[in-house]
């Protein structure tokens, strides 16, 4: 089992920029893949980037150009750099690993950005 936590949402402006955190515990070996989901209201859930253990990422388009996903899978350990936040961006983030258990989903952060 691998247990994930989030920090680093709140209120930001439009423009402005956050840096959200997500830690993992327990079997952090078996972790094959980190990323971040986002839901928005009214939305589905969507993988917003991806952090694979030999380093690719990948990103949703809308958030090319201004998410940065970093982090170590093996440390149990993902970031997403959010710079040029738009309004649109406001939505419940959910960090993910996917594990040679299964995955694992943390609670989430909520990240707003007002006009």
């Known amino acids: 089992q691998v247990q994930l936590v989030e920090s680093g949402g709140g209120l930001v402006q439009a423009g402005g920029s956050l840096r959200l955190s997500c830690a993992a515990s327990?079997?952090?070996?078996?972790?094959?893949?980190m990323g971040w989901y986002r839901q928005g209201p009214g939305k589905q859930r969507e993988l917003v980037a991806a952090?694979?253990?030999?380093?690719?990422?990948n990103y949703v388009n809308s958030v090319k150009g201004r998410f940065t996903i970093s982090g170590d899978n093996a440390k149990g350990a993902v970031y997403l750099q959010m710079n040029s936040l738009k309004p649109e961006d406001t939505a419940v983030y959910y960090c993910?690993?996917?594990?040679?258990?299964?995955?694992?989903w943390g609670p989430g952060t909520l990240v707003t950005v007002s006009s």
């Open positions: 993910n690993a996917d594990t040679t258990l299964g995955g694992a």
């Open positions: 327990g079997n952090v070996f078996s972790i094959n893949r």
């Open positions: 952090l694979g253990s030999s380093g690719t990422t």
